[in-house]
Nanobody, 115 residues
């Protein structure tokens, strides 16, 4: 069974930075997209960023210019570099891997942006 394990969440002040990591137990190439969603209290889960096998990345409008997604294929790891964090970025961040007929999810990691 494939597992996606996130780490790197925590408490940070507004304007600060965090780096989330997602390590995949199986092959990186089993997925046609890998990335991150987030869910704030009382809100629906929303797309944050994704990377595709052909190389391009996609970002939600609210994080463009602040978040960067990178991947290391040999280490089966994806990172989400988050800069200039805002209180509205507070959420549980979930790594996901999408296949043609299903999606695998990590357990989530909490990010709290507060002074």
């Amino acid at each position: 069974q494939v597992q996606l394990v996130e780490s790197g969440g925590g408490l940070v002040q507004p304007g600060g930075s965090l780096r989330l990591s997602c390590t995949i137990s199986g092959s990186f190439f089993r997925y046609n997209a890998i990335g991150w969603y987030r869910q704030a209290p009382g809100k629906q889960r929303e797309f944050v960023a994704a990377i595709f096998p052909t190389g391009p990345t996609d970002y939600a409008d609210g994080v463009k210019g602040r978040f960067t997604l990178s991947a290391d294929i040999e280490r089966n790891t994806v990172w989400l570099h988050m800069n200039s964090l805002k209180p509205e970025d507070t959420a549980v961040y979930y790594c996901y891997g999408r296949r043609d007929d299903s999606t695998d999810w990590g357990q989530g990691t909490q990010v709290t942006v507060s002074s």
